[in-house]
């Protein structure tokens, strides 16, 4: 099991910045896959950016070139450096860790509320 706990969501206004964080309960360094995923109001859940085996990292086109996913295996985290927001990245953001290639399980963090508004 992974335990996932997000931190760093707030409001902000068009043009800001915020940085996310997600602390895992155990080492990342083995989890097959490590993202984040946002959701507006009445929207469907959607991938925004994160790792997926042992390659670069992966981007949604709309967020490309504004946020970046890093990751520090000895604090067990992954964040997400969010810049240039708009109001359009209004939305929950979830953490999510897929420990194996091959399975199913998903495991998410409570989410954190990121607001951008002037």
């Known amino acids: 099991q992974v335990q996932l706990v997000e931190a760093g969501g707030g409001y902000v206004q068009p043009g800001g910045s915020l940085r996310l964080s997600c602390a895992a309960s155990?080492?990342?360094?083995?989890?097959?896959?490590m993202g984040w995923y946002r959701q507006a109001p009445g929207k469907q859940r959607v991938f925004v950016a994160g790792?997926?085996?042992?390659?670069?990292?992966t981007y949604v086109d709309s967020v490309t070139g504004r946020f970046t996913v890093s990751r520090d295996n000895a604090k067990n985290t992954v964040y997400l450096e969010m810049n240039n927001l708009k109001a359009e990245d209004t939305a929950v953001y979830y953490c999510?860790?897929?420990?194996?290639?091959?399975?199913?399980?998903?495991?998410w963090g409570q989410g954190t509320q990121v607001t951008v508004s002037s």
């Open positions: 999510n860790a897929r420990p194996s290639p091959t399975g199913t399980t998903n495991y």
């Open positions: 155990r080492s990342i360094a083995s989890i097959f896959a």
């Open positions: 790792f997926t085996g042992g390659v670069a990292p």
